[in-house]
C-alpha cells in the first residue's frame, strides 16, 4: 500500500526511486543529505511539532570545547551525520553538541528532538502533517490522507534507507 501511494503523490517530486529527481526533492534511500545538516545547523529549524525547536548556530555550544560551534566543526558534523555516523570525524563534536538533543547513537528522543541517524514511522508522520522547507526546496503538507495511509508511507520510507 505505501509503494502504490507514494507513486502517486510523492514520485511527481522524489521520483519513482525517491532519489529526489536530481536534486528537486529530497533523496529519500538516505536519511539526510549533507547540505540539510548544514542548512539546519546554521538556521535552525522548528516546524515538525517538537515542544522546542532546534537552535540556530548561534545557540550550539559545543561542550568539550566550551565554545559556539565552528565552521570547521559544522563541515566534521555535517559529513559524519550525512554519512550515517561511521567513522571517528565529526563524532567528537556530534557527542559535544548535537547528542543532548539527539541522542548518543542520533535516533532522537521523545518530545525533544527527531532521529537524524534513520527515518522512522513518527518522522514521516511529522514531515506530511507539517509540511518540510529547507536546503532543497518546500514540500506542501498533506492533510488529506488517511491514519492507515500515513502508517503505510512511514513503513515505507523507513525502509528504503535500509
Ligand atoms: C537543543 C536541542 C538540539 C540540539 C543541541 C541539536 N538539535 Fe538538531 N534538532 C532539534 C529539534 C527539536 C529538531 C526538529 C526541529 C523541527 O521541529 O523542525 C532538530 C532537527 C534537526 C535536523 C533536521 C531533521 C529533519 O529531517 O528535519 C537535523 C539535520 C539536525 N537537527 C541536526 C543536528 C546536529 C548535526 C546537531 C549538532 C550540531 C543538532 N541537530 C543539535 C534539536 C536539537
Ligand atoms: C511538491 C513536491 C513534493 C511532494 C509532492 C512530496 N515531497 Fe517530500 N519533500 C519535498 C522537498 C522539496 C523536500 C526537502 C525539504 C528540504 O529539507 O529542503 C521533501 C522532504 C521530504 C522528507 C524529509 C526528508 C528529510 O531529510 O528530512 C520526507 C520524509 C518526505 N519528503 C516524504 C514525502 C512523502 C512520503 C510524500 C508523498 C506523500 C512527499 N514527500 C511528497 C518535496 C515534495
Redesign the pocket.
Known sequence: MGGS??IV??A???GLQADGIDGK??N?NV??EEK?VKHVINNGQGMLGFPAPMPDRNGLMNVNTNALITDAEIDAVAKYVAGGMKGTEGADVFAGTCAACHGADGKGMEMVAPSIAE?NPTL?AD??KHG?????????A?NNLTEAQVKA?GAY?TDLSK
Open positions: 501511494i507514494f503523490q510523492c511527481p517530486c522524489h526533492a529530497a529519500l536519511r539526510l540539510t527515518f514521516v514531515v506530511l518540510k522547507k529547507g536546503a532543497i526546496g518546500a514540500m506542501p498533506f508511507l520510507v
